[in-house]
C-alpha cells in the first residue's frame, strides 16, 4: 500500500510524498499540528489557489496516517483527537433524546428548512446523523452546507450537502462533457451526501416535500456561503436497500450506477455496493454551463 498513489481530498499523493512527510515529522518534532500540517503543505505544495496551505484537510491525512501507523501526531494534537471522540459520545448520550419513541405523522406548520452553522446546533445534527443514518457521519472536506428539517421547533430530519464526486462515468456521459470540461466546473455540482428522516417520523409525503423545497433553496444558499451558485445535484442510492422511491416521485433523473468503488478508490481495492445515479437540475441550461458552451453567471430569482 505505501508503494502505491494515494488519493485523499482530491489530491494524490506518491510514495514520495509520503516518505517526505515523514521525514519533516520525524526533524521536527517540536511543531504543533497546525505548524506541521502548514509546513507539509508548503513542502509538497498542496495549497489554495490563492496560495494559502490546505492545513484542515492535511490535518485530515496526517490523521489518516497516524492510524495506519506510519506517522505520529503531536501529544496536543493527539490529545485533540480524543477530545473530540468524547465530546461526540457525551453528545450522543447527552442530547439524542429528541422524540423518540413519540412518533409524528402530522405538522403543526409548514416544512422548513435550517442551516446549521458551526457550534452547538451543528454538532447536533452530525451526531443525530452518526447515530440514524445508515452510512453514519464521515469526515469530509471542501465545500459543504448542513440542513436541519423543522416542524417550527420540531427536528424532523437533517441533510448534509458535499462536493460531488470526482468522475462517474454514466454521470459524465449523460452530461456529454470531457475530461477538461469536468476538471474546469466539477465544482458547479454538489452531492446530497445524506438524507436523513428521523425513524419516528412518519409524515405522508414528508420526503418529497423536503426534495422539492431544498431544489429550491439549495442554489441561493450555496451562493451566499461560497458565491458561486451550483446548477446539478446528484445523489446515490444503494441498489442493495432502497429502490429511490422518493427521487422518482420528485421528478429526478436516474442516469446510471456507480462502478461500486469508493470515493477515492483509484485501484479498485475496496469493493462496495453499486448505487443509483439520479441527477436534479437546478436551471434549464446546467448541461450549457458544464460544457463551457455559455459564460456561467448565477441566476438572481428575483430579476
Known amino acids: 500500500m505505501e508503494n502505491s498513489i494515494r488519493e485523499f481530498s482530491g489530491r494524490e499523493f506518491s510514495p514520495e510524498d509520503i516518505e517526505q512527510i515523514k521525514w519533516i515529522r520525524k526533524t521536527f518534532q517540536k511543531l504543533s499540528g497546525k505548524e506541521l500540517a502548514c509546513t507539509v503543505c508548503e513542502t509538497i505544495g498542496w495549497l489554495t489557489p490563492s496560495g ?8 485530515g491525512f496526517l490523521n489518516q496516517l ?30 439524542l433524546k429528541l422524540t423518540e419513541g413519540e412518533t409524528i405523522t402530522t ?30 457521519d464521515d469526515q469530509i472536506y471542501g465545500d459543504r452546507l448542513y440542513y436541519f428539517i423543522r416542524d417550527g421547533a420540531t427536528e424532523l430530519g437533517c441533510m448534509r450537502f458535499s462536493s460531488s ?7 459524465d456521459r449523460w452530461i456529454g462533457w470531457d475530461a477538461t470540461e469536468r476538471k474546469a466546473r466539477l465544482f458547479l455540482i454538489v452531492n446530497q451526501s445524506r438524507f436523513l428522516i428521523f425513524p419516528w417520523v412518519k409524515v ?18 450555496w451562493l ?6 451550483p446548477v446539478l445535484i446528484e445523489t446515490f442510492v444503494d441498489r442493495s436497500k432502497y429502490h429511490g422511491t422518493v427521487y422518482k416521485a420528485s421528478n429526478w433523473e436516474l442516469v446510471g450506477q456507480t462502478k461500486g468503488r469508493g470515493r477515492n478508490d483509484r485501484y479498485n481495492e475496496r469493493a462496495l455496493s453499486v448505487k443509483d445515479i439520479y441527477m436534479q437540475p437546478l436551471r434549464q441550461d446546467f448541461r450549457a454551463v458544464l460544457k463551457g458552451d455559455v459564460p456561467y453567471k448565477a441566476v438572481n430569482p428575483d430579476e
Open 52 to 59: 494559502q496551505p490546505k492545513a484542515t484537510q492535511c490535518l
Open 107 to 136: 405538522l403543526n406548520g409548514s416544512i422548513e428548512l435550517e442551516i446549521a452553522h458551526a457550534g452547538p446546533r451543528l454538532k447536533l445534527l452530525r451526531a443525530c446523523l452518526e447515530k440514524y443514518h445508515i452510512l453514519g
Open 204 to 221: 405522508f409525503n414528508l420526503a418529497s416535500r423536503t426534495l422539492s423545497l431544498t431544489t429550491r433553496r439549495i442554489a441561493s444558499d
Open 165 to 171: 464526486s470526482w468522475a462517474l462515468e454514466d454521470r
Open 66 to 95: 497516524a492510524s495506519e501507523g506510519l506517522i505520529t501526531l503531536p501529544m496536543k494534537q493527539m490529545d485533540k483527537v480524543r477530545k473530540q471522540e468524547d465530546f461526540k459520545r457525551a453528545l450522543l448520550e447527552r442530547t
Open 224 to 229: 451566499a456561503r461560497y458565491c458561486y451558485e
